[in-house]
């Protein structure tokens, strides 16, 4: 049984929840204070255009892009779609969102509520019973159908998750009737709305975590912030669960990234490249339709013969693939270009490995047959954006496909390193050493200033110009006096 940690490290500007299964990096989410998410958010919308031969309709939400309602495309609940749009334009309509917008695209949404607990997902008005796909017993498939029969009322559906496979009926149920309770506050605010309106949120990123995350394998959760570690563990007692007395509040001086080594992965996920450990690579390319994933045997240090080899590699990336999924949290469609292998044993021995290794993913992720030309297609559920959308801004000097890190990730790096060069106190003050381009907006922004109003109120730190830097370095360096001679360019930061 894996042990898991999960990291919690609150921010005034970016907010991260670290899944650590048994000391290793295997999940990361991220949220931005400009850029929450909006997937299973509810809307009183406003339909603006209806293209009945698509049997599509684009409806206002109150966002930056119109989100689009597609009566083809598969219900929340599994229940058969509906045949034809039942909105038309200048319509209000109440609707739920499905997937998160891209560049390109707006969000998706659907006419079908489905409300999500840690035990079940309730679902209004769908007549429907449901098991995840994950419990593959007959037996617990057969005992959660029945419990969840007993539990509904006509006409509403309910969807066993996971979670239900340990939990007792009475939990169920007594989730189920709170999920009933909000479904019916949802609709009263609905039409209590004055026109295009948010209805409902399903919270923060740490809220969301909380729910979909921690389970009776979880040992610990470590929050950096004082209110949240105090909100999650009031949420678990009023919920009756054990995993209260599990949160724990991080104190030390030094940055809870750092201390649990999860920087130095998350500073891996800006590279295309990733190294296994026989000297074999995996490279990650990303196009307009889907992520390619090339297999390369590189600098194998292995003694076998060429096929053995080729085998071992192949089956170390197949591990290494599934949770670099789950870690960048790639989603649509994936190809893995696997090395070319003659034995059809190692072929079928490399596709087990990679579907039991997805198997434990969250999130709903098909391995379909390898192809003649060792090439495996994979589907993963799109659920918010890629890590890297977060960690990595456009390059500026290009234009084109490269990426640099944003400026508030590399604002997150500063503030570990300052944290690192103040934990002692030997230093009253700090030089921070940057390309010009990002100066103004670490001026500009708020990121240093919950330390600088507390901890830190004491200190001086100062921006330096350095056109010499690219523009995702930087350097920090202790100064022992306040009292420096500082070029003319230079800024105080705080």
Known sequence: MKHNQIIIDVERNMSSVSLLEDGRLNEFYVEYGENNLITGNVYKGKVVNVLSGLQTAFVDIGVSRN??????????????????????????????????????????????????????????????????????????????????????????????????????????????????????????????????????????????????????????????????????????????????????????????????????????????????????????????????????????RGGADHEDAVFLTNMEAAREIARQLRLRNVGGIIVVDFIDMQSEAHKAAVLETLKAETATDRIRTRVFEMSNLGLVEITRKKVGNEVSAFLLDGCPLCGGSAHIHSAAYLARKIKAALKKLFADGAFPSALISLNPSFVPRMLSSRFFSAECEGVWADKRVYLLPDDRLPPQKFTVTGVRTQTINLPPDARLLY
């Open 67 to 300: 989100a689009f309602l597609f009566v083809g495309e598969p219900s929340q609940s599994g229940a058969a779609p509906a045949s034809a749009l039942s909105v038309k334009e200048g319509d209000y309509c109440l609707v739920q969102v499905t997937k998160e917008e891209t560049d390109s695209k707006g969000a998706r949404i659907s006419t079908e509520l489905s409300l999500p607990g840690r035990y079940a997902v309730y679902i209004p008005d769908v007549d429907f019973i449901g098991v995840s796909g994950k419990i593959t017993d007959p037996e617990t498939r057969e005992k959660l159908i029945k419990t969840l029969e007993k539990i509904r009322k006509p006409g509403e559906g309910l969807i066993a998750r996971t979670a239900s496979k340990t939990a007792s009926k009475s939990d169920i149920a007594a989730e189920a009737k709170s999920l009933r309770a909000l479904a019916a506050d949802i609709k009263a605010a609905y039409k209590k709305a004055d026109g295009i309106a948010l209805i409902y949120s399903e919270g923060s990123l740490l809220t969301r975590t909380a729910r979909e995350m921690i389970n009776e394998n979880t040992d610990a959760l470590i929050c950096n912030d004082p209110e949240t570690a105090e909100a999650l563990r009031a949420d678990f007692k009023r919920k009756r669960s054990p995993l209260a007395g599990r949160v724990q509040l991080y104190e030390d001086a030094y940055d809870i990234l750092q201390v649990y080594n999860i920087q130095a992965e998350l500073d891996k996920l800006s590279e295309r490249k990733v190294e296994l450990p026989s000297g074999g690579s995996l490279v990650f390319d990303k196009t307009e339709a889907l992520t390619v994933v090339d297999v390369n045997t590189a600098k194998f």
